[in-house]
């Protein structure tokens, strides 16, 4: 429905699962391995910069962090160095590309568009259907624009490019392998649709695991003491580096349960069978209903149930707490058969995330930046009195935290110089 409406047909996570899907995928898959070691120097040097725009204006927090996820995604894949400092709507290319997100993340909720209601409720138990439109869905289509995704994708990549003001990245040089003739012609596309729909995957999504740690921060200071004492001593006067990781387990623990307390994705990504499978036909399932009706709603069923979702009892004892300590004692949660790490956030299958290692350095390195030199607490207001902060979420595509306030203040004088240092680094 998204793809179709909305012109949104270079998302390659939204194409049929095919030869063409394949190559997409093959295509962010070279670029995006395991390995994700080659964007470090970008992801450090993004965070020293959200620490700097921290401390100058903090209750920016939000604006700032989204810049960086942005800056990051957008220097890897277009070679595009944004501003550090931005302008009230954000830089040019941030803004874009975030509208067009935001409306992509409402649409892409099923059941957001009439006219899916209309299928819905003509096919499926009506139970089901309330269940999915409970909460703030609009009922018609003219919330959502048609986006330009052409145009979308020329501005944000190839104009830069021509002036020469792009270094070296995924675009440029796949570029060079068609103008020489080392790849054919048709890649030209594929790479297009590869590299905004890396923007369109990575722009968002760690902004909301990273605004989730600022309210998680102001609501567990305890948590906040333990992580500090370990970068502390660790660091001893220094900002983290990825080598620092081994030695700060508490910090994956942190990041993994940011993962699981407040998934992104709450509802994945969905997908449908190309054919009738038998088994989603059983009538115990949800009777003789269409394929495509019934294989969403029978994965969106067992996924609630099934032992991996983020918020299965029996997997993450007491879901609902904010718990890093959940993770810290592999040994023991294997025995028990408990916690494993989040891995489900990302999907399922072939159509996993590809860029979940990328992303997981991202979150770790801002994670524990952040961490090592600020302290997060409530907000105060005029008067002096603590302002509670609202934990809610969105109920978008990708979830993210409900507007709330907090205070971020560097932990020390020497904090504050380790922060002001990095202009000089970069
Ligand atoms: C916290 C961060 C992230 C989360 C929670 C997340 C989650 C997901 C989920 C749930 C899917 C759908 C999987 C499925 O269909 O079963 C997905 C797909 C995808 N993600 Fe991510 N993602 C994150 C970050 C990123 C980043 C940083 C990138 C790019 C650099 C990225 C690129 C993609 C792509 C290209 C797909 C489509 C894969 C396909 O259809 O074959 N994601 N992601």
């Known amino acids: 429905m998204v793809t179709e409406l909305m012109g949104w047909d270079w998302l390659f996570s939204l194409m049929q699962y095919g030869p063409v899907w394949k190559q997409h995928r093959n295509l962010f898959f070279k670029h995006f391995p395991v390995n994700t070691t ?16 921290l401390f ?6 939000l604006s700032d962090t989204r810049r960086s996820a942005a800056a990051i995604i957008l220097q890897i894949t277009y070679g595009i160095q944004i501003d550090e400092k931005v302008d009230e709507d954000g830089d040019n290319y941030v803004s874009l590309a975030d509208k067009a997100m935001f409306s992509f993340g409402r649409a892409g909720l099923f059941g957001s568009f009439m006219v899916v209601r209309i299928a819905m409720l003509s096919a499926l138990n009506f139970e089901i259907y309330i269940l999915l439109s409970l909460k703030g869905l609009p009922a018609n289509t003219e919330t959502y624009a048609p986006l330009d995704a052409g145009g979308l994708i020329q501005k944000i990549g190839p104009s830069k490019m021509r002036n020469g003001v792009a270094s070296p990245c995924i675009v440029a040089s796949e570029l060079e392998d068609i103008i020489s003739g080392r790849a054919p012609q048709e890649n030209e596309r594929i790479l297009k649709n590869v590299a905004a729909t890396s923007y369109a995957g990575g722009a968002d999504t760690t ?7 600022y309210l998680v921060m102001t609501l567990y200071p305890e948590i906040q003491n333990k992580a500090q004492r370990q970068l502390d001593q660790v660091l001893e006067g220094r900002l983290p580096v990825f080598e620092d990781r081994p030695q700060l387990p508490f910090i994956d623990c942190i990041c993994y349960e940011l993962l699981r307390w407040n998934p992104v994705t709450p509802l994945g990504l969905n997908h449908y069978a190309m054919n009738d499978d038998e088994n989603y036909l059983d009538p115990k399932c949800l009777g003789n209903t269409p394929r495509s009706v019934s294989h969403f709603s029978c994965v969106f069923a067992e996924s609630l149930s099934s032992e991996r979702y983020d918020h299965h009892r029996d997997v993450y004892p007491d879901p609902f707490t904010f718990s890093p300590e959940r993770f810290e004692n592999v040994e023991k949660n294997i025995a028990q058969g408990i916690n494993e790490i989040p891995g489900a956030v990302f999907g399922f299958g072939r159509r996993i995330c590809p ?5 997981f350095d991202s979150i ?9 030199v600020y302290r997060i607490s409530k907000a105060v207001d005029e008067n002096g009195k603590v302002i509670e902060p609202e934990v809610g979420y969105t109920s978008s595509l990708l979830s993210h935290p409900k507007p709330f306030q907090c205070s971020i203040t560097p932990r020390s004088a020497e904090a504050a110089k380790l922060v002001l240092q990095t202009a000089d680094q970069d």
């Open 355 to 359: 860029g979940r290692w990328m992303a």
């Open 38 to 53: 080659a964007f470090h120097p970008v992801q450090i040097k993004e965070s020293h910069i959200l620490l700097r725009s």
């Open 56 to 61: 100058l204006k903090p209750k920016d927090f």
């Open 207 to 213: 902004v909301s695991v990273l605004v989730s740690l």
């Open 364 to 372: 770790w390195i801002a994670v524990a930046s952040i961490l090592s």
